[in-house]
T-cell receptor
Framework: DTEVTQTPKHLVMGMTNKKSLKCEQH?????MYWYKQKAKKPPELMFV???????INESVPSRFSPECPNSSLLNLHLHALQPEDSALYLC?????????????FGEGSRLTVL | DAKTTQPTSMDCAEGRAANLPCNHS???????VYWYRQIHSQGPQYIIH???NNETNEMASLIITEDRKSSTLILPHATLRDTAVYYC???????????FGAGTRLTVKP
């Protein structure tokens, strides 16, 4: 199984809503990532969890709250978002150590904030 | 500061080799060169990586100059399905700080 599964694929929410994006992998990877991608722009790194601990936080606003319940799961909790937060949110995983370090990406969750 | 520089866009004829350049003049001795691509509306896909030797796999070849300041990704026989944005990234192996630059938009034409 070499898949990273993200749910939901599409999400529409209001600015006062609370929602979550979910990501799952069963490759035994110990690093998991959240990226944000606006149209026609490259993915921007948001958070990295390594061995279930937050290792990188790119000064993301607190309305985005990551959670890593275990090494296979990664959540991104959303609260009081703004319309400019509308984007494709990509999850990825990697071994977490060693040379290879290739990232496996999910297909993304497309978020629209009204 | 951008660690890599790539042309904004390139075209390639179907069936011909696509050669995508990347400049990484400030690369450190322990940094690898990685290539990913992103087909429209999909997540990025790993292609290949290398340190200083040339590398080849079923998807592509990676040529790294002797001074390691630049590299070229070669798709030997481009198809229409290779139309995508190609990203060149340098990072230390095992470092989880994977950041994307602007990339090259490759269009393969019939």
């Amino acid at each position: 199984d070499t898949e990273v599964t993200q749910t939901p694929k599409h999400l529409v929410m209001g600015m006062t809503n609370k929602k979550s994006l979910k990501c799952e992998q069963h490759m035994g990877h110990r690093a998991m990532y959240w990226y944000k991608q606006k149209a026609k722009k490259p993915p921007e790194l948001m958070f990295v969890y390594s061995y279930e601990k937050l290792s990188i936080n790119e000064s993301v606003p607190s309305r985005f709250s990551p959670e890593c319940p275990n090494s296979s799961l990664l959540n991104l909790h959303l609260h009081a978002l703004q319309p400019e937060d509308s984007a494709l949110y990509l999850c990825a995983s990697s071994q977490g150590s060693g040379e290879a370090g290739e990232l496996f990406f999910g297909e993304g969750s497309r978020l629209t904030v009204l | 500061d951008a660690k890599t520089t790539q042309p904004t866009s390139m075209d390639c004829a179907e069936g011909r080799a696509a050669n995508l350049p990347c400049n990484h003049s400030t690369i450190s001795g322990n940094e690898y060169v990685y290539w990913y691509r992103q087909i429209h509306s999909q997540g990025p896909q790993y292609i290949i990586h290398g340190l200083k030797n040339n590398e080849t796999n079923e998807m592509a070849s990676l040529i790294i100059t002797e001074d390691r300041k630049s590299s070229t990704l070669i798709l030997p026989h481009a198809t229409l399905r290779d139309t995508a944005v190609y990203y060149c990234i340098v990072r230390v192996a095992g470092n989880n700080d994977m950041r994307f630059g602007a990339g090259t938009r490759l269009t393969v034409k019939p």
